[in-house]
């Protein structure tokens, strides 16, 4: 089955400075890739996500990256501000043969004023 | 409109007692998951539900772990003799479609004391 690392597991930033989280992915089938956001005493929230017929994609402050040779992918946040502190998830997963999301085991990421 | 809600938000149960978690999905959408989170760590996947098709239970940890889904829509995790190491959130998610855009609800925070 898939496995899916995710690095670094915290990450504590600056307000304003940028955050990098980094996934790796190990089934070459795979071909959808989304980030959740989760705050404390809440489930995950779909931020952003990247299917594998292209290789970046943007949303305001927040963009994913996907190199698919190399089967990495990455979360990028600009302009960080104190609510983007959370913990964040990549995951994986392809249509077919696959019924379920296979996530990282999170970033928590800590934006400090 | 309104999102994947579960109920209940907290349980505290005695080693040994069943316990039944309740999901509700957004409406429409066919497909439905369900997954546990232990503290500090990633999702993990346990069933899915697609339609009338018959369901993926390949992540149930033991047989005491059950789930159903009535009518196509609202869904009961059922937990029997529950052990300390159940304890965690589980987190039921719906999509229109597997397994791409899955929504979360809040989670059921399980404590088995």
């Known amino acids: 089955g898939e496995n899916v690392e995710q690095h670094p597991s915290t990450l504590s930033v600056q307000e304003g400075d940028s955050a990098v989280i980094k996934c790796t992915y190990s089934?070459?089938?795979?071909?959808?890739f989304p980030w959740y956001k989760q705050e404390l005493g809440k489930g995950p929230q779909l931020i952003i996500d990247i299917r594998s017929n292209v290789g970046e994609k943007k949303d305001q402050r927040i963009a994913v990256t996907l190199n698919k040779t190399a089967k990495h992918f990455s979360l990028h946040i600009t302009e960080t501000q104190p609510e983007d502190s959370a913990v964040y998830f990549c995951?994986?997963?392809?249509?077919?043969?696959?019924?379920?999301?296979?996530f990282g085991t999170g970033t928590r990421l800590t934006v400090i004023p | 409109g309104a999102g994947v809600s579960q109920s209940p938000s907290n349980k505290v149960t005695e080693k040994g007692k069943d316990v039944e978690l309740r999901c509700d999905p957004i409406?429409?959408?066919?497909?439905l998951y369900w997954y546990r989170q232990s503290l500090g760590q990633g999702l993990e996947f346990l069933i899915y539900?697609?339609?009338?098709?018959?369901?993926?239970k390949s992540g149930l940890p033991s047989d005491r772990f059950s789930a159903e889904r009535t009518g196509g829509s609202v869904s009961t995790l059922t937990i029997q003799r529950t052990q300390q190491e159940d304890s965690a959130v589980y987190l039921c998610?719906?999509?229109?479609?597997?397994?791409?855009?899955?929504?979360f609800g809040p989670g059921t925070r399980l404590t088995v004391t």
């Open positions: 539900f697609q339609g009338n098709s018959a369901p993926d």
């Open positions: 089934d070459s089938a795979s071909n959808y």
């Open positions: 998610a719906s999509s229109f479609a597997k397994p791409y855009e899955q929504y």
């Open positions: 409406s429409g959408h066919t497909a």
């Open positions: 995951a994986a997963s392809r249509q077919t043969g696959a019924n379920n999301l296979f």
